[in-house]
């Protein structure tokens, strides 16, 4: 099989949000340290009615609806997924409800799970086995979905929750470029999960964004030394890259990574970047590479001499994860999913290049091109039936004080048995799934609004 890659996309999200700059003040925060600082605008999050299953069954079923695929067809699913519900059960196997009528049994595929990295994992599984002797000419489909939730204090503001689904195959309009991938892994303890009682990750919040960063750097320059190899020339943003999108702890982070890849090209080679740009990033030339990342002054420079390419490269993949943010592993992909709602028709023959991080960690840097005339999948068809536009609208904004009980309802909710959810259905979507009830043996079941 040629252009094995993502030939369709949905996007799913809870309705329920808050409002960063509500929050801000609700939380006694200095005023713009949510909505500029961390550059974050709203916050989507589950209520007793939905989990990470719920999210993952809604989206599924509303992609092999939308694009009339029948479930038959699937061969292999993969879920990315850290929210852990159960520690042996599968998420996928829960989705094998959606299969049970039409009696196929025969998929491929259990979960992957390291902090936000599940869904690159699960996307890495499922090209492998399309381009595989194993490949039965059938689709994979890719499962990332998330429900971030932080205990309260600095982190709270960068929860979020959401779902992606993808359909992979051959002759897709998104194919990846597998020979450039690179990838960065090692052992840290920035952000991990080791208290199983409960929902909620310990975090060492700079060590996490320092790491974020080291990591991009690494997985550049072993992506642009695999180009390099393998075209005969080099790899610099403003001539290779016509879009980059990152996972999105929160759009700050987005918007310092971008900054740092335009520092790494300068380091490279200054005639990798604008004239300007490199005079004023010339008095951070001889920094080292640890200094250069805690420089506050080489930070501030860089982002300032990257906004420019920022602005036409990054900020078309922002939305969503600005407007819902962390989705853990569903973050990256919904960036995927927002530009090619934003730039629909313009993305023909374009490379986006896409960084993925999971704490812990694991990271990869890879990029798709996008090849608009590939019949009967296409990026337009996608950007029309995910509907971003429409989600969006139909979404239930409550306050701080309402999101925060939420929260501890939520906390009573973990890891319980015996017990049928309390919150409104009002909340929920037509054709959404949602929790019915968790018996007394911790069976969950769920049915469809
Ligand atoms: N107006 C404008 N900006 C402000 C204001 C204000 N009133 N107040 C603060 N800021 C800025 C700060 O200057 C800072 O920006 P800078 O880094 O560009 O200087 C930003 O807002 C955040 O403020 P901090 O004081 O650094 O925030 P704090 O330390 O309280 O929390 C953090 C931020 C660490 C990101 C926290 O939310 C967290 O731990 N989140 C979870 C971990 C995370 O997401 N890590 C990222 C990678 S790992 C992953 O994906 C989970």
Redesign the pocket.
């Known amino acids: 099989p040629e252009n094995v890659g993502i030939l369709a996309m949905d996007v799913y999200f809870p309705a329920s949000c808050v409002k960063q700059e509500e929050l ?1 003040e609700h939380d006694g ?10 550059g974050q605008d709203r916050l989507a999050f589950c209520t007793d009615l939905e989990d990470v299953i719920s999210m993952s069954l809604t989206v599924v079923q509303s992609l092999l609806e939308k694009y009339g695929i029948p479930p038959e067809r699937i061969g292999r699913l993969e879920v990315g997924s850290e929210t852990v519900i159960d520690k042996s059960k599968a998420i996928k196997t829960c989705l094998m409800q959606l299969f049970q009528e039409c009696g196929n049994g025969d998929i491929e595929g259990v979960d992957s799970t390291n ?2 990295y599940g869904g690159t994992a699960a996307l890495q599984n499922s090209l492998n086995w399309v381009e595989s002797t194993a490949w039965d000419g059938r689709f994979a489909l890719v499962v990332a979905a998330d429900s ?1 939730v ?1 205990a309260e ?6 929860g979020g929750a959401g779902a992606v689904a993808m359909l992979i195959g051959p002759d897709a309009p998104l194919v990846m470029e597998r020979s450039f991938s690179a990838t960065h892994m090692a052992h840290v303890y ?2 991990y999960k080791p208290n199983l009682a409960s929902e909620y ?1 310990v ?4 060590l ?2 320092t ?2 960063l080291q990591a991009l750097d690494s997985c550049y320059s072993r992506y642009c030394a695999k180009f390099e190899k393998r075209q005969g020339k080099p790899f610099t943003l403003s001539e290779q890259a016509d879009f980059a999108i990152f ?4 759009n ?2 987005v918007q ?1 990574s971008f900054a740092r890849l335009v520092y790494n090209d300068f380091m490279r080679n200054s005639s990798f970047v604008e004239a300007d740009v490199s005079s004023k990033l010339q008095p951070f030339a001889d920094l080292s590479l640890a200094e250069s990342l805690v420089n ?1 002054d080489l ?2 420079v860089a ?1 300032q001499v990257a906004k420019k390419q920022y602005d036409s490269k990054v900020a078309p993949s922002t939305l969503l994860p600005k407007e819902l943010g ?1 989705m ?1 592993c569903a ?1 990256l992909y919904a960036g995927l999913a927002t530009l090619l709602h934003t730039k629909t028709e313009m993305l023909d023959g374009k490379r986006l290049l896409m960084f993925s ?3 812990g960690l694991a990271s990869s840097l890879f990029s798709f091109k996008v090849c608009q005339g590939r019949t009967p999948y296409s990026v337009s068809q996608i950007a029309e039936k995910m509907s971003i536009a429409e989600k969006l609208d139909s979404r239930i904004l409550v306050d701080p004080k309402t999101f925060v009980s939420t929260m501890h309802l939520m906390e009573t909710r973990y890891g319980a048995k015996d017990f049928i959810p309390v919150s409104s259905q009002s909340t929920l979507r037509p054709g959404t799934f949602y929790l019915t009830q968790v018996d007394a043996l911790y069976r969950r079941s769920y049915s469809r609004k």
């Open positions: 801000e925060a200095s005023k713009g340290k949510y909505t500029i600082g961390l902090a936000c971030a932080y204090g600095a982190a709270r503001p960068t920035d952000f990750p975090v060492d919040g700079k996490s964004q790491c974020y996972h999105a702890p929160y700050k982070l310092k506050r930070e501030k982002q962390n853990y973050s991080y999971g704490s």
